[in-house]
């Protein structure tokens, strides 16, 4: 009976969908199903993020997108939302969209090169949020356009490093 029962449930469980791995950059619709993988890059689930975090040799590269602060009235006391991420990450926001601006591309690319000491051998992780292409975009960005050899992406991001209970802590924007 356990066997039958078994064999029903998996007749009826959901189908496991995959989103393939594209050919190019996520241009739209950056909150959404990842694809498992990113060619070139070694991706990491929690334990695995936490471990290298623990190395403290990985630069850790938050790319969560900053919303444009909004048209108020004068006078008006405006609060950005913190940001509460892994210690000692570095937060370079907009720099995982599909299409950079050259000053956006600029900034990543010597911000990064600066967090490296120039060493693009020097191992980096990117991540975002959970299901969240700006960190797929921008560890893509980093090995292939960059150069940067020893990439590694976090897909999970502050999301699951939160729901490990992983420390986290209130970063502000790289300027």
């Known amino acids: 009976m356990r066997v039958a029962i078994l064999a029903l ?3 009826i469980a959901p189908p496991a969908f995959s989103v393939e791995e594209p050919k190019d950059y996520r241009e739209d619709l950056y909150r959404g199903e990842v694809p ?3 060619e070139g890059v070694t991706v990491v689930d929690d334990d695995a993020a936490y471990a290298l975090w623990k190395t403290g040799a990985v630069v ?3 790319v969560l997108p900053r919303p444009p602060k909004p048209e108020l009235p ?4 405006y609060r950005e939302k913190p940001r509460r991420s892994i210690p000692g990450a570095f937060w370079l926001p907009n720099v995982g969209y599909g299409r950079l601006a050259e000053v956006t591309d600029a900034y990543f690319s010597s911000h990064l090169a600066m967090m490296t000491a120039r060493d693009k051998e020097t191992p980096v992780l990117f991540f975002c949020l959970e299901e969240c292409w700006m960190s797929w975009n921008a560890a893509k960005r980093a090995r292939e356009e960059y150069g940067y050899t020893r990439v590694f992406w976090y897909p999970l991001g502050t999301d699951g490093w939160e729901f490990q209970d992983y420390p ?8």
Request: hydrophobic share 45%; glycine share 4%.
């Open 36 to 38: 498992e993988t990113l």
């Open 60 to 62: 850790f590269i938050d």
């Open 9 to 11: 449930l998996t007749m």
């Open 168 to 175: 986290l802590e209130t970063i502000e924007r790289v300027e």
């Open 74 to 77: 004068e006078g008006t006391i």
